[in-house]
């Protein structure tokens, strides 16, 4: 890993978009310091978004999924704006 390895920097990522490589930093903060909740709590909850769908949830219809990829856009934009 060539960038610098901070809780910022993985919240950052983060707020992007940068999922797996916020979780890296976060893993290896975690390595440095077991005891810290705030990186455990953080790397919970990278490791359910970086989960794949259960098999329920990926059975949708046509228009559900439009729904889902309609937020994703509006988030996407959402963040370009800042």
Same mark, same amino acid.
């Given at each position: 890993?060539?960038?610098?390895?901070?809780?910022?920097?993985?919240?950052?990522?983060? #707020?992007?978009?940068?999922?797996?490589?916020?979780?890296?930093?976060?893993?290896?903060?975690?390595e440095k310091d077991p005891?810290?909740?705030?990186?455990?709590? #953080?790397?919970?909850?990278l490791t359910e978004k970086?989960?794949?769908?259960?098999?329920?949830?990926?059975?949708?219809?046509?228009?559900?999924?439009?729904?889902?990829?309609? #937020?994703?856009?509006?988030?996407?934009r959402e963040r370009k704006?800042?």
């Amino acid at each position: 890993m060539s960038q610098i390895v901070t809780k910022t920097v993985a919240e950052i990522l983060m #707020k992007q978009g940068h999922i797996e490589e916020a979780y890296q930093i976060f893993k290896t903060l975690s390595e440095k310091d077991p005891s810290d909740m705030e990186i455990k709590a #953080k790397l919970k909850e990278l490791t359910e978004k970086l989960k794949p769908p259960s098999p329920d949830q990926s059975i949708l219809t046509t228009e559900e999924r439009i729904r889902a990829l309609e #937020k994703w856009l509006v988030n996407i934009r959402e963040r370009k704006r800042g």
